[in-house]
């Protein structure tokens, strides 16, 4: 049943200064105007936001919030997570890449239960939903199960069944009936990708086989690629082609399918060309902190994927290598990275840096038009920002103040599809103390590296 | 009047977890092992921790926090900062070093005020002590308002009044003259040191008498040096010497004076045994945020002070260029760039960031043997930081937790000196709403750049 007009709205919230994109919206990179809308009322009717503005005529609503002094933005997009390993944070430090995998995390991966997923679910999202985050694109095992904790605790998310080849044929058909089954679901708060691990634990065939699988259901891809330069020397040093050519090879990378790329700091010059042939249906995630604690080389070239039009969205990988899931921190370390990479203090501003964050993170996760603005006809993913503490004051440019000086903790309310999710710094569908509780009586299982096992050997 | 041991304790913390430092405690960087003990009691009498420890006895006490859940640590020591330019915060984004100081901050710091500085003082001081920052190290103008704004809201300073050499012996002389007034101040909280500028605006026969100074008075020196390598650069090729080979030079660098050097990005290789000869007596204060976002080639060469005995403590620099007086971040970005600059994972790690932190960053700000430990004896500078949001669960290892996933909102008490600053994230000594709305009035005038002056020339 569609509300009638006259019908209370469910939320209106008013006196806020909005964030405003006044460009074509594209999300192409190429328009990052931003403005802030000062007294600003915002109407939200079944999901969607239905009115806002400075003028706007205020219908009676079942849920008001005035919102003086705090600035409505549209919610973070963790573009490329893994969220129940938070499980894992701490774990894991002070480790080389292979290490990383090969003696710590796919050993205890291989414990893992469906219970722990859920736990560590459930802890990530209240995580999230506390820092601002309300869509986070999930590439892991036992989704299911997180699908039924992003149902319940009523965050948004872009879910992937992950396989390895060598799980056989087995894996990449559980990844597909998993994108099937789930897609759309949570009323429309879940999208389902396919989610192949990376080139270089998923074979040319197999990944072949992804493509078609793919284009025959009209599914996403969601894929590690090019993680770090050494993946992209060794894939050229044994196959004469970088991830990037092998995902093109392949068919996943042909500008017919919408891809996610995570991570792409090993992207090379011979592989712009081949990236802008997918017309901006080729997405990347980028994830700054691991790539310093690991000590990669390079971060994501963020600036010559958009010079190709490629979309680059922000994320915080797991919380095993990124010690969070705080994407307002990713935010911030994209823009300092990128001027200190580039060597120009100029480059990825303010602006442009919540230009990532909002339209061009909601395209990369398949929700562009839908989530990503703050405008008529979207969906009502609203987060609040409190900018009275001194560390935000005093404010000369809005953006940087919410860039560089705000942090995750200065979200007071956290708003998805129009419902409240956490009011004023409390979550109000997750219990913490007792998801730690019962994560904490499951770790001494989970983290029993003592079988020798592992899910797979880490050898770019 | 000294207490009877009979009479009541100030302050009694119980069921904390409390990190120890285990090592010989020496602050050189070669020992950095800290311990985490469990249901730990801290006693506090006259400013001084009396007793610490698992099992001690507890005398009764005029105030009590039960802290379980919570990890007790010592304050952070901000260790080079310009306190008052948090008025400045987000005014000059993103433009190169030369730009920022000639088309902005120095034009605007011609306007400056006492009245300015005492407004900005005190935000900063709200802003340091929510966040953790029991002490700081100031080197700024109108520096006899920031010893005020100290007394008067209970952190802890080293305070220099800064000088360039266009101003003539006075300002030489005014820096002295505050040196020795305000020095031992405010029960002992304040400490001074003589503040020239750099060694690029402050010319060799003014460093000269500077150290002269310093030996004659028995005071400390702080100054930018070697901020970037081009400033280094720029020294060879007018000088023929490094910025820390004309503070050898020049005196200040010899090994019979405390210097604490701002940056030290630009510090090369020959510079080493320059800096190794002062035996210890020097420290470095690095401020990563800003090097990424001026985009400056290199970090401060941690590892290489290391080897070398320089204690490298953490810092902020004004919040002009750092956006924040936030040192839990500067903790986690010097762990963060220091692996990545060295292209080494297992490089600073969580303790040697804890390390930095606490001990390092104590005595470069010349409170070693007082502050920077948990320990009986020293004074009680304290923060209590609570673990049990869902970005810092599950703990597997304390260190990793606090550096990498706590983040500065999570200290819910600041104590220095015995005396409790912040109690469940409340400021007891400082008015946030008032001083904002005041040091909102001044901002027309502070900001003007009408009129074409500026304090100073950048050019290194």
């Not at 919230?13 to 190429?30: E, M, N, P, V």
């Not at 919102?67 to 933005?73: I, L, S």
């Not at 939903?129 to 694109?137: H, N």
């Not at 894996?171 to 897609?183: I, P, T």
Request: some cysteine; hydrophobic content about 40%.
């Amino acid at each position: 049943m569609t509300p009638s007009p006259a019908a209370p709205a469910d939320l209106v919230i008013t006196g806020c200064t909005a964030l405003r994109h006044t460009g074509t919206g594209s999300g192409s990179g190429s328009d990052e105007r931003i403005e802030f809308a000062e007294d600003t009322s915002i109407v939200v009717r079944g999901g969607v936001i239905e009115a806002i503005g400075v003028d706007i005529e205020l219908p009676d609503a079942v849920e008001r919030i005035h919102a003086r002094g705090q600035v409505a933005m549209p919610g973070l997009v963790n573009c490329h997570t893994h969220a129940p390993m938070v499980a894992l944070r701490g774990i894991a430090e002070d480790l080389p890449t292979e290490e990383w995998f090969n003696d710590v995390v796919w050993p205890i991966e291989s414990n893992l239960t469906a219970v722990d997923v859920e736990l560590g679910a459930k802890l990530a999202c209240a995580e999230m939903i506390r820092g601002g985050v309300t869509c986070f694109a999930d590439h892991y095992f036992s989704m299911d199960t997180v699908a039924a904790v992003v149902e319940e605790c009523g965050i948004r998310a872009h879910l992937g069944e992950a396989y390895f080849s060598s799980q056989g044929p087995q894996g990449r058909e559980k990844s597909l009936e998993f994108a099937l089954r789930h897609r759309g679901r949570a009323g429309g708060r879940i999208t389902t990708a396919l989610a192949p691990h990376a080139p270089y634990t998923v074979d040319d065939t197999a990944l072949a086989a992804t493509a078609d699988l793919a284009r025959e259901h009209g599914l996403p891809v969601h894929i590690h690629a090019a993680e770090n330069r050494d993946q992209t020397e060794a894939s050229l040093a044994r196959h004469g082609r970088t991830p990037i050519e092998i995902l093109a090879r392949t068919g996943i990378l042909t500008g017919d399918l919408d891809v996610l790329l995570a991570h792409g700091t090993g992207i090379v010059e011979r592989d712009l060309p081949v990236l802008a042939r997918t017309n901006g249906r080729t997405a990347v995630a980028t994830a700054p902190r691991g790539y310093l604690r690991f000590a990669w080389p390079t971060t994501t070239p963020v600036r010559a994927l958009r010079g190709i039009g490629v979309p680059v969205g922000l994320a915080t990988d797991g919380a095993a290598s990124n010690s969070s899931l705080d994407v307002w921190e990713s935010m911030a370390l994209t823009s300092l990275i990128q001027k200190s990479t580039e060597g120009d203090p100029r480059w990825l501003t303010s602006r442009q840096a919540l230009h990532h964050a909002t339209l061009q993170s909601a395209r990369a996760v398949g929700f562009g038009g839908r989530i990503g603005s703050l405008a008529p006809g979207l969906r009502a993913d609203i987060v609040l920002v409190d900018l009275t503490g001194p560390h935000t004051q005093p404010v000369h440019d809005l953006a940087a103040t919410l860039v560089h000086s705000a942090r995750s903790s200065d979200v007071r309310t956290t708003i998805v599809d129009g419902r409240i999710l956490m009011r004023d710094r409390e979550l109000l569908t997750l219990d913490v103390p007792e998801i730690v509780r019962e994560l904490g009586e499951r770790l001494p299982a989970l983290v029993d590296r003592s079988h020798g096992r592992r899910i797979q050997e880490y050898g770019t």
